[in-house]
């Protein structure tokens, strides 16, 4: 977090309502967002409770595990689970495209793809803990359960995965998108909780966001007073309705709140980049649907060494990818860069547009631009810089003094001898320079995880899915 | 769950009449290890030191903390730990030969609770004692051993919900947990909590060999997690080294200490007595309650939220008062010395004037101000 | 893990020896090397001796810097040795390196001829494939991420892996938790993934710290080494720091005066909370340097006598906004100025440093991860400045201790509170 976030939170905190902290929505927003939200039983690993979830947000559907500590009961409960999200999952694989690659097969990638939209992290982490509960399970031997449940295990393992991936938004949760584009006047920490942040950001603030009996969590937990005066008497009871009314109670507020906070969103022009973080997401799930269809074995346990760096590479790749995507989208998010001294802007107020630099053959076009900024510019002469008014160019810093600074543009001016007009900016333009690029040289390959050095542990033994697994108990 | 009784004599006097008829309120191991988690905050040195319930303080207040258990979890949590002591410990004797490596062929079981609650303590001394001077090869597994802990010069017993483990003269500390151990990893703030409430028990365990004038290193820092398996009732061991969280409690035990230095500077008059009447109701006026802890330094941080029964109280307290501590320690450290949002708003757009030391702050408000305007125009 | 007990009484000589007997006998050797006890030495030593065997050698560093250093090192002191320094794209070789008979450059391992020694960054060797070397040395293996040895390590059969334990563990932009606990986490260090691997590679380390003086050596052994421990390699005679000019009496002539007396100075600033590019303490900062170069300070060491020049002088900070702070004061451009991070392996006569904790109000992992204080306290071979405003004890001793616990990951020492401690309780004897 910046100065120029904590000011919008100490703004915030006076005028009693949040403060915008991007001016474009940084995350893709479907048309068909799917709504989930679980509910796990205290002081289990990974016992669902229930779900509320639907892509209709006047008709939600709510799965409910009556008697949760009956095993049996929990697989029903997510194979009806699966019969939502399964077939809301499959609908994307019908509409595809083909892609062409270097040094690739071309292949298809899907037009659109699943979102799952949930409330927080919390709920992310339940769902991974749903999938790696349900992914190994067998649908024959000694303890079979219903067809779709491994596979549900599957997706939900993949979609809680991907939510870690930075830039994703197969599955974003409510309340890190509301916290990435709006500063509250209270501490991240309690960001966290649905009700309250959505208060501050519509309403204003308010403690009963926090009182569970006028808000009630958002998830996974439940509020231990709901558990000790409402559900546990209920399920003592044996009514499978009054449990379910009784959940039905804790998620209904919720469920309203998550569709707020996607029109939230929604309100928000869409960011430049987004469409094509979207389209890796489309082509991640195209993948994940063809490893599936060709019988590939569930997703393992943990990372093998090999798995681990690669993924670590993609995560980084990710992240930086995105960090300064946001940065060239949003001048919100520059002004973090501007502040610091890393980017700069301001208005042209002279241009050499025929400037050129070598000799005869070598004789290259080399534009400069003077830029008057307000910034305090910490950068050495010679760094590379990129601008988001013409995200093709590269420039260079030649010097910076007394609030003028004299750029060169060094890429992205093609082979004329003038520039094409409208490459180089006017005098009077406005400008934005900064030491923020996205130039990703590719990462060098891995060794196959079968030839696994000494120093890692050597070939790991291949995982064989077995009965053991299949049979873990789920209590 | 009961605790921690202390004898008040001696430099207690002070703390004593802060506490004035309330009842001493019980600590343990958790409220020991807690005294690491806010150092800082004077006020709750003072209530942890006088031996306040704050719960009931806050309850008493108007502010109620936000802290409840599930009877779900509850029962789960009792019918894990009766799962790993079932049948003499043969379940931890299981985890124990594993994770521990030794070829432990059978243990005796002791379970001090048997003894009653007056004898607990010196049937737990004599019984670590013969321990410790042991015959090696025989493993012992000693339930609910009572074990006690100095702090600020007074002694605390700590009954312990934990198993200590002794093999040829060697012990380890067994603590036991229902939080589940997945794919070998755990939430890492429940382990933490865990090892932190541990490693009270091998401090103690160790001061009591000091005591009994064996070698206190007898005690190992590696402690015994055991929590259940995956999805599964299973339980798995996990050795925990708490070297760290060890050499955190010792800062916060000699800190207590040092209460003396807080405890002159408070007005004489000062008590944070709850006056309890013959229900054991809180009967003091709440406002003057709340006076009286208001003239104590208070620290609040976000954290406090799961940290600090008085955590509303406090936090309510930072709200009036406009701190920035509102916001998290993060944006009050980024501020430098400003300390109240009007002051840093002020500074932000020019309409207040830097104060001797805050120019530069006030020229990145300005500039961030600056830029948030130009941006949001 | 099989570590040296004994290596506090083995000469650094023995050591080596020891190092260069294990080679054969073991698929991989580590040597942990504090601050400045000669782990370049010790690379160039070890290059030699498996050069004369007649069998190819890989050397892996970690930045380019460290690269041209161990190149113009090896041809130093052994002219007849070729090799080869593979590069990427972008990279110009400096002067130096090209004058140099006997270095070849390039892009490729077959524009290199077939050199005794090719060396080269971990980035760069993770693009080579299809030769295996029968030797390597890994330099700096405690700075290089486990991911990084993981991609390079089919290119050797044995390697010795040598480094510093106590300077800064690698980092990630993103989260790692997902692997914690792994033996092949891609976050550890290429020598916490190896040993863990690999439990009984023997475990050298060097005893002896031939930059740090007499003054420096016991204090950061004790901080950030307090299981292993090192000594200085020269006795409280051996080094001299003297000022040519007469002092005026300021805190800062003060400062300089008690650190070329006893090699450690702490000025002390009031106590106050301040942004991070606290002016006052840039301003301090600043005016040491200056008053370093204007007194004339001349260093008299086993090396000979010779005077303080401004490249002899670095200025270390946690944050690069400070760094920028501080190069914005008006330095001499000479003087190096820069973060932790990047001082590490670097070694200077003098060195200012601004307290990570100074001005600060809450501590946070990163300012009191032990490696960034280790680094800036252990970088000087004769004095180290310290800027500091007053109240870090207190704010040492107000700091909340709740740090997440990770199951399955070895606890790591020194704790950076404690660490920090140390070092504080040592400085306060040298407060002006």
């Known amino acids: ?475 | 769950m009961s605790g921690l009784k202390r004898s008040t004599s001696g430099p207690g006097e002070r703390l004593a009449a802060l506490r004035g008829t309330t009842p001493q309120s019980p600590h343990d191991a958790r409220a020991i290890a807690a005294l690491a988690a806010n150092p800082g905050c004077a006020r709750r040195a003072l209530l942890d030191g006088a031996g306040i319930d704050k719960d009931a303080a806050a309850r008493h207040l108007g502010f109620p903390a936000p802290f409840g258990q599930s009877p779900f979890a509850i029962t789960r949590g009792n019918a894990f730990e009766s799962l790993v002591k079932a049948d003499g410990c043969a379940e931890l004797l299981r985890m124990l030969r594993e994770v521990l490596g030794l070829p432990i062929a059978e243990v005796a079981y002791h379970d001090v609770e048997n003894v009653g609650a007056h004898l607990r303590h010196a049937h737990t001394r004599a019984l670590i004692d013969r321990a410790a001077a042991g015959a090696p090869g025989a493993g012992t597994l000693y339930d609910h051993p009572l074990l006690s802990l100095e702090i600020a010069g007074s002694t605390a017993y700590l009954e312990p919900d934990v198993v200590a483990f002794q093999l040829g003269g060697r012990f380890h500390i067994v603590e036991i947990k229902s939080f589940a151990v997945i794919d070998g990893q755990a939430d890492p703030s429940a382990v933490a909590a865990a090892a932190r409430q541990a490693a009270v028990y091998v401090l103690a365990l160790r001061a009591l060999l000091e005591e009994l004038g064996h070698d206190p290193l007898k005690v190992s820092h590696d402690v015994v997690l055991v929590c259940p398996e995956n999805f599964a009732n299973r339980p798995v061991a996990t050795l925990v080294d708490v070297r760290r969280q060890l050499a955190v409690l010792r800062r916060q035990l000699t800190r207590m200490t040092a209460l003396d230095r807080l405890l002159d500077d408070l007005p004489e008059d000062l008590t944070f007595d709850l006056a309890p009447g013959e229900d054991g109701l809180p009967t003091r006026p709440p406002a003057e309650l709340a006076d009286a802890l208001r003239r104590t330094d208070a620290r609040y941080a976000p954290d406090c939220l799961s940290a600090c029964d008085l955590c509303f109280f406090c936090r309510d307290e930072a709200r009036q008062e406009g701190a920035s501590d509102l916001l998290g320690r993060q944006v009050r450290d980024e501020l430098g010395g400003v300390a109240s949002v009007e002051e840093a708003l002020g500074l932000a757009d020019g309409t207040r004037h830097p104060a001797e030391g805050q120019e530069e702050i006030a020229r990145l408000l300005r500039n961030a101000e600056r830029l948030r305007k130009e941006c949001l125009a | 893990m099989t570590v040296q007990q004994d290596a506090d009484t083995r000469s650094p000589e023995q050591v080596i020896a020891d190092v260069l007997a294990d080679l054969p006998r073991h698929r991989g050797v580590v040597v942990d090397s504090p601050p400045g006890a000669g782990k370049s030495t010790l690379v160039v030593r070890a290059a030699a001796h498996i050069a004369a065997t007649g069998e190819p050698l890989m050397i892996v560093a970690q930045t380019n810097e460290q690269v041209d250093d161990l190149v113009t090192r090896i041809c130093d002191k052994h002219p007849r040795l070729t090799v080869g320094r593979l590069s990427a794209g972008g990279y110009v070789p400096p002067r130096r390196l090209l004058d140099l008979p006997g270095v070849t450059v390039g892009a490729r391992v077959q524009d290199l001829g077939d050199p005794d020694i090719v060396i080269a960054t971990a980035d760069k060797w993770a693009w080579i494939s299809g030769r295996v070397w029968p030797w390597a040395i890994v330099d700096e293996a405690y700075q290089m991420r486990s991911d990084k040895l993981l991609r390079i390590a089919g290119l050797f059969e044995r390697a010795l892996f040598v480094g510093d334990p106590g300077q800064l563990d690698p980092f990630s932009i993103v989260d790692g938790d997902r692997w914690s606990g792994l033996s092949w986490d891609p976050l550890q260090s290429a020598v916490s993934v190896l040993l863990r691997h690999n439990p009984d590679l023997p475990v050298h380390r060097l005893p002896v710290s031939w930059r740090l003086p007499a003054s420096a050596a016991p204090v950061v052994s004790r901080a950030f080494y307090p299981f292993t421990g090192f000594r200085s390699g020269t006795g409280p005679d051996d080094r001299r720091l003297e000022l040519a000019t007469q002092g005026m009496g300021t805190v800062h002539d003060r400062a300089l005066e008690e650190a070329a007396r006893s090699g450690w100075a702490l000025l002390e600033l009031p106590n106050r909370h301040t942004v991070r590019t606290d002016g006052e303490a840039v301003q301090a900062v600043a005016l040491l340097a200056a008053r370093l170069l204007q007194r004339g300070a001349v260093a008299y060491s086993e090396q000979g006598e010779r005077p303080v020049s401004a490249d002899r002088i670095a200025v270390g900070a946690a944050h690069r906004d400070q760094v920028a702070a501080i190069r914005n004061a008006g330095l001499p451009p000479e003087i190096t100025v820069d973060t932790a991070n990047r001082l590490q392996g670097r070694e200077y006569d003098v060195t200012i440093v601004l307290h990570p904790l100074s001005g600060r109000r809450d501590a946070t992992a990163f300012h009191l991860e032990s490696g960034r204080l280790c680094v800036l306290a252990s970088r000087h071979r004769h004095a180290c400045v310290v800027v500091a405003r007053a109240g870090i004890a207190e704010l040492l001793d107000a700091h909340p201790s709740a740090e997440p616990v990770q199951l399955g990951v070895p606890v790591k020492f020194p704790d950076g509170w404690e660490a920090n401690q140390s070092v504080l309780e040592h400085l306060a004897a040298h407060r002006v």
């Not at chain 1, 899907?110 to 649908?139: C, I």
């Not at chain 1, 958002?218 to 558990?227: K, R, V």
């Not at chain 1, 919720?254 to 960011?271: K, N, V, Y």
């Not at chain 1, 033994?461 to 049979?471: G, S």
């Open chain 1, 1 to 475: 977090m910046s100065l120029l976030t904590s000011l919008a939170r100490l703004r915030a905190l006076h005028e009693g309502v949040a403060q915008p902290i991007a001016t474009v929505r940084h995350c893709h927003l479907s048309r068909r967002p799917m709504v989930f939200i679980p509910l796990k039983l205290s002081g289990e690993a990974a016992a669902p409770l229930a779900a509320m979830l639907g892509t209709d947000r006047d008709r939600p559907r709510l799965l409910v595990v009556t008697q949760p500590r009956n095993r049996d009961q929990r697989f029903a409960w997510a194979a009806e689970l699966a019969g939502v999200l399964l077939p809301y999952v499959e609908s994307f694989l019908a509409d595809t495209e083909t892609v062409e690659r270097r040094n690739a097969d071309p292949y298809e990638r899907a037009l659109d793809a699943p979102q799952l939209v949930v409330p927080n992290l919390g709920a992310v982490a339940f769902t991974r803990l749903l999938g790696r509960s349900t992914r190994f399970r067998r649908t024959d031997g000694p303890y079979p359960v219903p067809e779709e449940v491994p596979l549900l295990g599957r997706w939900l393992t993949y979609l809680g995965e991907r939510a870690s991936y930075p830039g994703s938004s197969l599955m974003p949760a409510a309340t890190e998108e509301l916290g990435r584009h709006w500063a509250t006047g209270q501490s991240g920490l309690e960001d966290a909780n649905l009700a309250a942040l959505l208060h501050w950001i519509t309403d204003g603030p308010t403690d009963d966001a926090e009182d569970p009996l006028i808000w009630p969590p958002a998830g996974p937990a439940t509020d231990p007073g709901f558990d000790a005066e409402v559900l546990a008497p209920a399920i003592d009871s044996g009514s499978p309705e009054r449990v379910t009314e009784a959940l039905r109670t804790q998620l209904e507020p919720t469920w309203r709140l998550m569709w707020r906070a996607i029109d939230l969103l929604a309100g928000l022009p869409e960011g430049a980049s987004v469409a094509q973080r979207w389209e890796q997401d489309r082509a991640s799930f195209s993948g994940m649907a063809a490893a599936i269809a060709e019988g590939g074995p569930p997703q393992p346990r943990r990372d093998g060494a090999v798995a681990a760096a690669a993924r670590l590479a993609r995560m980084e790749r990710a992240q930086a990818a995105y960090d300064v995507q946001r940065a060239y989208d949003d001048p919100l998010v520059m002004a973090e860069f501007r502040l610091t001294g890393e980017a700069f802007a301001g208005e042209v107020v002279e241009t050499d547009p025929g400037h050129t630099e070598g000799e005869g053959r070598s004789r290259k076009l080399r534009p400069l631009v003077v830029v008057k900024t307000d910034d305090p510019v910490r950068l050495p002469a010679g760094t590379a810089l990129g601008t988001p008014q013409r995200r093709g160019q590269g420039a260079e810093l030649v010097s910076a003094a007394g609030g003028l600074v004299t750029v060169k543009i060094t890429k992205g001016m093609g082979r004329g001898r003038t520039p094409a007009p409208g490459a180089v900016p006017e005098v009077g333009e406005r400008v934005c320079y900064t030491s923020l690029t996205d130039d990703f040289q590719g990462s060098p390959a891995l060794p196959e995880s079968e030839s696994t050095p000494w120093t890692h542990g050597g070939p790991p033994q291949e995982y064989v899915p077995n009965d053991d697994d299949a049979q873990e108990e789920w209590s």
